[in-house]
């Protein structure tokens, strides 16, 4: 583990390039020999220190400071091979051969670390390749101009040591790496700095090498080239110990200032015409007579060339500015994509995951198991209704937020839509579904402040085991009606999907084409139950009930095929064609016995804006007056709040100025709140069979069947009593003072042409009498 950079170590590197730097300084008071010894020995140093800051730091691209570690080692090699020759003096100090294959080898090694070492080059391999190739083709160029040709091919002899004259030209190649190097990082940590100037000195170095071969001096690699050599390595070392991290590397981008890049291009353009005027001014090949033949081009090109050069820069410049305008507008498209399809798959309001979402994740999910659970609010509707779509909007927030607190790790809520919302269980046990589903009905029962007001809500929920081979439509599909038969069951409960669903729902929707086709064909028909008087027994009206006998089939009963017409919206055609039926049968009955007709009304037609309306063309079509006429309604339509229950009750007051009454259905099974039966448009009470004793001496059952009485004489109500089937009941009722009865010790229901037979039976009889 790479050590951290304390005291010892941030002044460790100064140490080092103080002692070596002083030994290097020291060394010509040794002695030829003995300072190349003490060259050898610093170079040692530099290996050694490049070894140990790899090994104790955690060095950006190690490969290029092991690539550097191995140039040291050569280096530090070959200067030591070089002072036991001078010791032993078994060759010229010179030292061909060997010494110079190892100085040699030294060079690859030190090139492939400055190539690796800028800090961009594992994202952008080829940045500053062309400016390293002008820059290393410059360098080339000046090697031979300026040191080649006029020490070794003027001259017409070969140099002592041959090797020498290889050394400027692998020189060239250093200084385009180093000029990479410069040119992608930019900006210079210290120990890149501490590099580049090794590769100064060992390339200011080697020229003077070559110039003291090419001099024939008697001892070539004199302190001044030697010492600098050694500097180099010492400086190597110094840069891998310093404690300052290298930067990481850097995202592609802009290599480096313009204006230094254009400056570099413009020096290296301006070497090739200046090296070739100085070449022919220095071989006097030039006469004065032609210095405007030559010189003038040479200016004029070197001109074209700068304006060619800066007129690339403007180019590139130009170009740099439209890529970086091309990457902002990619950049925004790709944001504002993302962000269109985080809408696309976000519910706006409360952020969650939308129906397609769901799919998306519903069928990764199903093969691997879990559960899927959907539910939606109990009475959100009314909320909305009644306190407006912005409170709406806060509540089903605040369930959001509910249900977000109850997610586990890769658990899934969405909002398929409306006041609907679908947690995706991936891995939940098969034991762990219903006291999940239990813990989040428990959780939405809780009180929900919004805006000032408390909402009581509930929820239905409609499980469906998740299993392999189930396609996502199917799931969702199970699931909903699952919902549907929570919802059925009385609603703030849940239910798991079973495959029977699937077969009632089909029958649920045969049944509702069933009855479109046979509303079409006429298929129904209204039968009629006496309400009499208990005292007397005489019919003052009947109730409408509609029968359902498809052609060649038996009787479909009521308990079959309303449920279906209710659910589908066909109960107010259904409604509407009784109500007209009904009152066409009951307008002779009215005028000739003073008999009248109670027909029941569903909260789907209550719902209806024309409702009041379709009454009254009724009773204008049928001559029926609004007093021959009693509604018939079920407690919670009244007891209901919010838009449809103010439609309702405005509904029920128009019609009862024009004479209609209305009656309660079922008392005693609902709400049976006072409230409403104090305040609302209501005449009559019927009281649900529920409460007819089968004991006779069943003496509670009586007192609440009085208490009942007891209340409605005291709002002035009418009571009928229904599910009269003994004489027993009848008897308890004259007792009580209950007004009216229905019930089959009266009359089961039957056709008009019946009724019509009774009323006129029933008139003989009083005649009679």
Request: charged share 20%.
């Amino acid at each position: 583990m790479p050590e951290q950079a304390g005291p010892s170590r941030t002044y460790g590197w100064w140490l080092f390039l103080l002692l070596t730097g002083a030994l290097v300084l020291l060394a010509p008071v040794f002695g030829h020999a003995g300072q190349l010894c003490a060259y050898s020995v610093a170079g040692a140093g530099g290996t050694a220190a490049v070894l140990t800051g790899l090994r104790r730091r955690r060095l950006a691209r190690p490969v290029a400071w092991w690539a550097l570690a191995v140039a040291t080692a050569f280096g530090t090699i070959a200067t030591a091979f070089w002072a036991a020759e001078a010791i032993t003096g078994s060759i010229s100090v010179a030292g061909i051969g060997l010494v110079d294959l190892l100085y040699l080898a030294a060079y690859p090694a030190l090139a492939a670390g400055l190539a690796l070492l800028p800090g961009r080059a594992e994202i952008s391999r080829g940045a500053g390749l062309t400016e390293t190739a002008i820059v290393l083709c410059t360098g080339v160029m000046l090697a031979y101009v300026l040191l080649y040709d006029p020490y070794v091919l003027d001259r017409g002899r070969a140099l002592e040591v041959p090797v020498a004259g290889v050394y400027p030209f692998l020189d060239a190649v250093l200084f385009g790496m180093a000029s990479r190097l410069l040119i992608v990082e930019g900006k210079l940590t210290r120990p890149l700095a501490l590099v580049l100037v090794a590769t100064v000195l060992l390339t200011v170095s080697d020229v003077r090498y070559f110039l003291e071969v090419a001099s024939l001096d008697a001892i070539a690699g004199t302190t001044l080239s030697t010492a600098g050599w050694a500097a180099a390595l010492v400086l190597i070392g110094g840069a891998a110990l310093h404690p300052v991290p290298d930067p990481p590397a850097e995202p592609p981008g802009p290599i480096t200032n313009a204006w230094w890049m254009l400056l570099l291009h413009i020096v290296t353009v301006l070497v090739g015409p200046a090296s070739t005027g100085y070449a022919l001014l220095r071989e006097h090949r030039m006469p004065q007579h032609d210095l405007g033949d030559v010189g003038v081009p040479l200016a004029l090109t070197a001109m074209v060339s700068v304006l060619l050069v800066i007129r690339m820069a403007l180019a590139t410049r130009l170009a740099e500015r439209q890529a970086t305008s091309l990457t902002h507008s990619l950049a925004e498209q790709a944001a504002m994509q993302e962000s269109i399809r985080h809408m696309a798959l976000h519910d706006t309001l409360t952020g969650l995951p939308t129906r397609h979402l769901l799919e998306e994740r519903l069928a990764g999910a199903a093969p691997a198991g879990g559960a899927l659970m959907l539910l939606d609010l109990d009475g959100f509707k009314d909320v909305n209704d009644r306190l407006g779509h912005t409170v709406g909007d806060r509540l089903l927030v605040a369930v959001a937020g509910r249900l977000r607190e109850l997610l586990g790790p890769g658990e899934t809520l969405a909002r398929p839509g409306g006041d609907e919302f679908a947690l995706l269980l991936p891995r939940i046990a098969p034991g762990e579904v219903d006291a999940r589903a239990e813990a989040v009905l428990a959780t939405l029962r809780q009180p929900v402040a919004v805006t000032g007001h408390t909402l009581h809500v509930s929820s239905s929920i409609g499980v469906r085991r998740l299993e392999d081979g189930a396609g996502v439509a199917e799931l969702l599909s199970d699931a909903d009606l699952a919902l549907y038969a929570a919802k059925a069951e009385g609603k703030d409960r849940h239910q798991v999907f079973d495959p029977r669903m699937r077969r009632e729902q089909a029958g649920r929707i045969r049944m509702v084409e069933r009855l479109r086709e046979g509303l079409e064909a006429d298929e129904f028909t209204v039968h009629y139950q006496p309400i009499v008087t208990l005292r007397g027994g005489r019919s003052v009206a009947f109730e409408a009930l509609v029968r359902w006998t498809p052609p060649g089939q038996d009787p479909i009963g009521p308990d079959r095929f309303i449920p279906a017409a209710e659910d589908s919206g066909l109960i107010v055609c259904l409604g509407e064609w009784v109500l007209r039926r009904a009152c066409a049968d009951a307008a002779p009955w009215f005028h000739t016995y003073g008999t009248t007709i109670t027909v029941n009304v569903s909260p789907r037609q209550l719902a209806e804006h024309d409702f009041a309306d379709k009454v009254r063309r009724a009773l204008d079509d049928s001559g029926l007056p609004g007093a021959a006429l009693t509604l018939e309604i079920t407690e919670g339509v009244l007891v209901r709040s919010g838009a449809h229950a103010e439609l309702t009750l405005a509904h029920l007051t128009e019609l009862r100025s024009a004479g209609v009454r209305v009656a309660i259905d079922d008392f005693g099974t609902g709400y049976s709140s006072l409230a409403y039966l104090r305040d609302l448009p209501i005449d009559f009470l019927k009281i649900d069979k529920s409460f007819m004793p089968d004991d006779p001496t069943d003496a509670q059952q009586g007192a609440l069947v009085r208490a009942v009485v007891d209340l409605a004489r005291s709002l002035r109500l009418v009571t009928v009593a229904e599910g009269v089937e003994t004489a027993h009941h009848a008897e308890l009722l004259r007792t009580l003072g209950c007004d009216r009865g229905q019930g089959w010790l009266f009359g089961r229901p039957g056709t008009a042409a019946a009724a019509s037979l009774r009323l006129v039976s029933e008139a003989t009889v009083t005649v009679r009498s």
